[in-house]
């Protein structure tokens, strides 16, 4: 990029070892950290072809890039690096309320503004950590207080789930259990069975309402969870895992939706009579 180009716009360029850097004077109007209350009075850009990627201070990397080509006058920098700032304390606090619905508490770094938080279930630990646009990713997993390598990476969407058991039992899933864990006997068990049993197969599940399901299985002598989750409708969102973790996440219609044995057979490419649900009496298919 030309330097007269980002002189031009009103800034000042200088070259790094990493390139050339572009710093912004925002004393005029300088951004806020709803923290510590402190103006961020200066803001540095790495130029990275046509656009700036800010860099410096903590709090606004990871902001969307600016384009140079869409820049008038410094003026157009400014406004476009205050509206991406403002879209990200927004999000902060949109989901940090949904957290503290869940029962989660939200925690929001003074420097990097970054919003996290931990789910704990058992011995199972993992963060939660946000991006500028508000999405969730697992940033580490930890059991007994040990790193568990390979958790970290997934991403999920925090609206998805109306209550804090849904989230735990879906991330648990998600990064599987040791096949040598011994499973607690659940307590307040409901199956499928007892409600058509007491209720009636006529009965109905309001659109609105939530709705959960998990099943054990085993396929080939190793064992196997599947969670499915009501999303909205008959729209479901489903979780395959096994001992080793996650092995297909996605969303499903239920009128597609060709059974668990089916579904499973057909994601590990294998026979459905390889696929036996666990646990007395579960169906078979």
Same mark, same amino acid.
């Given at each position: 990029m030309d330097t007269a180009r980002l002189e031009g716009l009103? *800034?000042? &360029?200088?070259?790094?070892?990493?390139?050339?850097? =572009?710093?912004?004077?925002?004393e005029s109007s300088p951004l806020v950290n709803p923290v510590t209350k402190a103006f961020i009075a200066e803001v540095t850009f790495q130029v990275m072809g046509d656009r700036l990627i800010p860099i410096s201070p903590a709090a606004v990397v990871g902001l969307a890039p600016i384009l140079i080509g869409a820049l008038s006058d410094v003026a157009d920098i400014e406004a476009l690096l205050s509206d991406a700032f403002n879209e990200h304390i927004f999000h902060v606090q949109r989901r940090s309320a949904e957290l503290q619905v869940l029962g989660l508490s939200p925690r929001v770094d003074a420097d990097t503004l970054e919003l996290t938080t931990d789910v704990v279930e058992g011995d *199972?630990? &993992?963060l939660l950590a946000a991006d500028r646009l508000g999405n969730f990713r697992i940033a580490r997993v930890q059991r007994d207080k040990v790193?568990?390598?390979?958790? =970290?990476?997934h991403t999920l969407e925090l609206s998805e789930f109306r209550e804090r058991a849904a989230l735990?039992?879906?991330?648990a899933a998600l990064l599987g259990e040791p096949a040598s864990r011994p499973q607690p006997t659940p307590t307040g068990l409901v199956r499928f069975s007892d409600i058509v049993e007491k209720f009636g197969a006529e009965s109905? &599940?309001?659109?609105?309402?939530?709705?959960? *399901?998990? +099943?054990?299985?085993? &396929?080939?002598?190793?064992?196997?969870?599947?969670?499915? +989750?009501?999303? +909205?409708?008959?729209?479901?969102?489903? *979780?395959?895992?096994g001992a080793q973790g996650k092995v297909w996440a996605g969303r499903f219609e239920l009128d597609e939706f060709p059974g668990i044995v089916r579904m499973v057979a057909s994601l590990l490419k294998v026979r459905p009579e390889a696929v036996r649900l666990v646990g007395p009496d579960a169906p078979q298919e």
């Open positions: 009103g *800034l000042q &360029v200088r070259e790094d070892v990493a390139g050339t850097e =572009a710093v912004l004077d925002l *199972l630990s &993992v790193d568990v390598a390979g958790g =970290a990476g735990t039992g879906y991330l109905l &599940v309001p659109p609105r309402s939530s709705l959960e *399901l998990l +099943a054990q299985l085993q &396929v080939e002598g190793r064992p196997y969870r599947f969670a499915a +989750a009501r999303v +909205a409708g008959r729209t479901f969102r489903g *979780l395959l895992a």
